[in-house]
């Protein structure tokens, strides 16, 4: 089995597929295909959806890049020459309602070569997190009971390890708060004893097909419920945090930014519309303070 060549297929289909999910529950709005080449070898399509009946602005990104190791891979890896082979999905979809939250996701395949062409570094990431504005104790518990049940087909470790990892990556430690409820998270994840490449693969490719199960059922059940210009100021706040993360902290960003990858495509996560006050402070007993408290003590959702 090629590896590389499977998972590049797969990306492909899944953006199709996840496209066409939120296209259906939108009702309006289409994505635009906005297809790129990187100089340095291979390229991407991005997918952008805005102003629609139910996502204000989201985007399903896919790129497959190859070619000289970049000069911060090759300090952090120790190698004065080497080529790569990189492929993932990338999406963020932020609904205009405060009522439905938004959604990341990401899965991703890196090979490293030597001189001579022979794989010497490979791995797999990915995971997938959710940020509601107005916590639902059963929208997060579904996201979370759709991640476990697709984790424990593969290892019984891996749902209980990868939900921690969520919730300590996705964290804004200035702030003490996670991103949001979280999900799943991995890096790195190699062959060993337990794990062959090729369960490896099957692991990943079921943890992209389960997204739309997790997040689709969610948007529709929310989607037309109405909501005051107060609670859309608060999603607004919120989204505030968002970028914080993403700027700060997330390490994509940084890669992204620092290798000079397609900016447009890097900084598509971030909201159309967004807003930070001067010391905003929830109000005591309120449904916001409600989300703060459990974002500065993660629960156990599944």
Excluded at 30 to 56: C, L, M, Y
Excluded at 100 to 111: I, L
Aim: proline share 3%.
């Amino acid at each position: 089995m090629n590896i590389k060549e499977t998972f590049t297929k797969h990306l492909f289909d899944l953006q199709n597929s996840i496209c066409h999910a939120l296209e259906e529950v939108d009702g309006k709005a289409k994505f635009i295909e906005d297809a790129w080449e990187r100089p340095g070898g291979g390229g991407g399509k991005t997918r952008v959806i805005t102003k629609g009946n139910v996502f204000e602005k989201g985007g399903v990104n896919t790129s497959i890049v190859h070619g000289e190791l970049p000069d911060l891979f090759k300090k952090k890896f120790d190698v004065s020459e080497a080529s790569f082979y990189a492929c993932g999905l990338s999406l963020v979809i932020h609904p205009g309602s405060p009522m439905v939250p938004t959604v990341h996701a990401n899965w991703r395949y890196f090979e490293m070569y030597d001189r001579e062409g022979n794989i010497v570094k490979q791995w797999f990431g990915g995971g997938s997190d959710l940020t509601p504005y107005y916590l639902v104790d059963e929208d997060a518990e579904h996201f979370h009971q759709i991640m476990k049940s697709m984790c424990d087909k593969h290892h019984s470790n891996y749902y209980p390890e990868f939900k921690k990892a969520c919730d300590t990556y996705f964290f804004n430690s200035h702030r003490d708060e996670t991103r949001g409820v979280g999900g799943i998270f991995y890096d790195y994840m190699q062959e060993d004893e337990n794990m062959s490449w090729e369960k490896l693969l099957a692991f990943q490719l079921d943890a992209g097909n389960c997204f739309v199960e997790a997040y689709v059922p969610i948007v529709e059940k929310h989607k037309e419920e109405t909501f005051t210009e107060e609670q859309k100021y608060w999603q607004e706040i919120r989204r505030g945090r968002y970028v914080e993360f993403n700027l700060l902290h997330d390490r994509g960003t940084h890669f992204g930014i620092k290798t000079k990858g397609r900016t447009e495509s890097i900084l598509m996560s971030l909201p159309a519309t967004v807003r930070w006050d001067y010391d905003f402070k929830t109000e005591k007993g309120s449904e916001e303070a409600k989300l703060i408290n459990v974002l500065m003590n993660p629960r156990d959702w599944a």
